[in-house]
C-alpha cells in the first residue's frame, strides 16, 4: 500500500560520513512525517531523526549535530546525512512514515505505520 525503499547503507570507517536515503512516493501530496529508525543487533529499534512535511525536523540526543535530515519533494526523497560516525551507529536503518488517510488509500491509513525493508550501516573503529 505504501512502499518505502531504502538505500545508501555502507562499511565505513569511525569518523567518516554516509549519505541514506529512502524513496517516498507521493511525499507532498500524502503529508507524511517520516522518520528513521535504526536496529542494531540484540537492541530494540530506537527513533533517530523525524521531519514533517513543512520540513521541521526532531532528532535523537544521541545523533543531535551529527545527522541532519531533509526531504527533496521534487524528487519524494527523504535524506539522513550521517557525519562523524561511530561504531555505536552501527545497525540496520529503517525508513518510516505514519498513514495519513488522504487519496482513497495511496497515502495508507491514518496513523498506521509503513516501513521499509532497511539498509544496513556499519562502522568499524
Known amino acids: 500500500q505504501v512502499h518505502l525503499e531504502e538505500s545508501g547503507g555502507d562499511l565505513v570507517q569511525a569518523g567518516g560520513s554516509l549519505r541514506l536515503s529512502c524513496e517516498v512516493p507521493?511525499?507532498?501530496?500524502?503529508?507524511?512525517?517520516t522518520s528513521w529508525y535504526r536496529q542494531a543487533p540484540g537492541k530494540a529499534r530506537e527513533f533517530v531523526p523525524g521531519?514533517?512535511?513543512?520540513?521541521?525536523?526532531t532528532y535523537a540526543d544521541s545523533v543531535q549535530g551529527r545527522f541532519v535530515m531533509t526531504l527533496d519533494d521534487s524528487e519524494k526523497r527523504v535524506y539522513l546525512q550521517m557525519n562523524s560516525l561511530k561504531p555505536d551507529d552501527t545497525a540496520m536503518y529503517y525508513c518510516?512514515?505514519?498513514?495519513?488517510?488522504?487519496?482513497?488509500?495511496?497515502?495508507?491509513?491514518?496513523?498506521?505505520?509503513?516501513w521499509g525493508q532497511g539498509t544496513l550501516v556499519i562502522i568499524s573503529s
Open positions: 518510516q512514515v505514519l498513514g495519513t488517510g488522504r487519496g482513497r488509500g495511496l497515502c495508507g491509513n491514518s496513523g498506521t505505520e509503513y
Open positions: 507521493e511525499y507532498k501530496y500524502c503529508r507524511y512525517y
Open positions: 521531519i514533517d512535511n513543512g520540513g521541521d525536523t
